[in-house]
């Protein structure tokens, strides 16, 4: 995990009632007698995620309708910080991110802004999605520094959303990884079993098991998968190379790593990094790009 992560180690769950009394209830001894909650139940989850923001960054009134994706967020503020470092002198307060899918939890403008002073632009195909992430905004006063674009064209990325006056010093992403829905309840079963096998507190309900962090369709799966998707944001840099300093995107399968690379090559990229991230054992990963070197 990042040096400048502010989750280290386990979390500290009696100091965060504190900041969200409604995560005791989702509080208990697991099978070593350590405090902990069921990281397979989507509620428990979301009220720790209330309590982290919150405690940590200061965001109140964080809400997500059911079912939408519900971000693990240490992993989200670890992308935040290997971007500020990928910046480096760029790192200002003045520096401006596009955040491709935001969701409706919009959490990477939430930690960006928090951590680092940047303003940004959300992206989303869905409207309820967008609304959403406007009423968090709203509620933490922060309409100066996050705002929204609805994509009205699924098979577009940067199309629509970039305007001619526009300069972003980043965009991100966290690409849909499936390309179905049947590819996504198979990584729902996976994930679930080895909570499963991880933890002698969780107990097994279903042979089809929602995803411990939700999720709607377009969050979840998109035609081609993550690669598909990644493929067509890298041909779209190419026609705002002066507009966007640095292109990154999360690539969860590292077997697609070097296909991209050479697909970003071939476009004519000056630039290209892999940041590679971890938290506890997890591996994770993004890359970047950059038409200005």
Request: charged fraction near 20%.
């Given at each position: 995990m990042h040096l400048r992560n502010k989750?280290?180690?386990?979390?500290?769950?009696?100091?965060?009632?504190?900041?969200?009394?409604?995560l005791k209830a989702f509080i208990k001894p697991?099978?070593?007698?350590?405090?902990?909650?069921?990281?397979?139940?989507?509620?428990?989850?979301?009220?720790?995620n209330k309590a982290l923001l919150a405690n940590?960054?200061?965001?109140?009134?964080?809400?997500?309708?059911?079912?939408?994706?519900?971000p693990p967020i240490p992993g989200r503020a670890d992308y935040i910080h290997y971007l500020a470092d990928l910046l480096g002198p760029l790192k200002s307060?003045?520096?401006?991110?596009?955040?491709?899918?935001?969701?409706?939890?919009?959490?990477?403008?939430?930690?960006?802004?928090?951590?680092?002073?940047?303003?940004?632009?959300?992206?989303?195909?869905?409207?309820?999605?967008?609304?959403?992430?406007?009423?968090i905004v709203n509620a933490n006063f922060l309409n100066e520094s996050i705002q929204f674009r609805l994509q009205n064209n699924e098979n577009h990325i940067f199309k629509g959303i970039i305007q001619?006056?526009?300069?972003?010093?980043?965009?991100?992403?966290?690409?849909?990884?499936?390309?179905s829905i049947e590819d996504a309840q198979s990584g729902t079963r996976?994930?679930?079993?080895?909570?499963?096998?991880?933890?002698k507190t969780l107990t097994m309900k279903s042979t089809k098991p929602k995803l411990n962090f939700g999720g709607q369709g377009t969050e979840l799966f998109c035609s081609g998968g993550e690669l598909g998707f990644i493929d067509r944001m890298i041909l779209e840099?190419?026609?705002?190379?002066?507009?966007?300093?640095?292109?990154?995107t999360l690539v969860s399968k590292a077997s697609n790593l070097n296909k991209?690379?050479?697909?970003?090559?071939?476009?004519?990229?000056?630039?290209?990094?892999?940041?590679?991230m971890s938290q506890g054992q997890k591996k994770s990963r993004f890359l970047a790009w950059s038409y200005m070197y």
């Open positions: 989750h280290q180690g386990r979390y500290d769950l009696v100091t965060l009632t504190i900041s969200n009394p409604a697991n099978a070593y007698n350590e405090l902990s909650i069921d990281f397979a139940n989507p509620e428990a989850v979301k009220e720790l940590h960054y200061q965001i109140v009134n964080w809400d997500i309708p059911v079912q939408y994706l519900c307060k003045k520096s401006k991110g596009l955040d491709i899918g935001v969701g409706a939890n919009a959490i990477y403008p939430l930690i960006g802004q928090r951590e680092y002073g940047w303003d940004f632009i959300g992206t989303d195909i869905n409207k309820s999605a967008i609304k959403n992430a406007q009423a001619t006056d526009d300069f972003f010093d980043f965009s991100m992403c966290n690409p849909p990884f499936h390309a996976r994930k679930i079993n080895n909570l499963a096998r991880n933890s840099s190419a026609l705002y190379k002066s507009q966007c300093h640095w292109f990154t991209i690379e050479r697909a970003i090559k071939a476009i004519g990229a000056k630039k290209i990094k892999i940041v590679e």
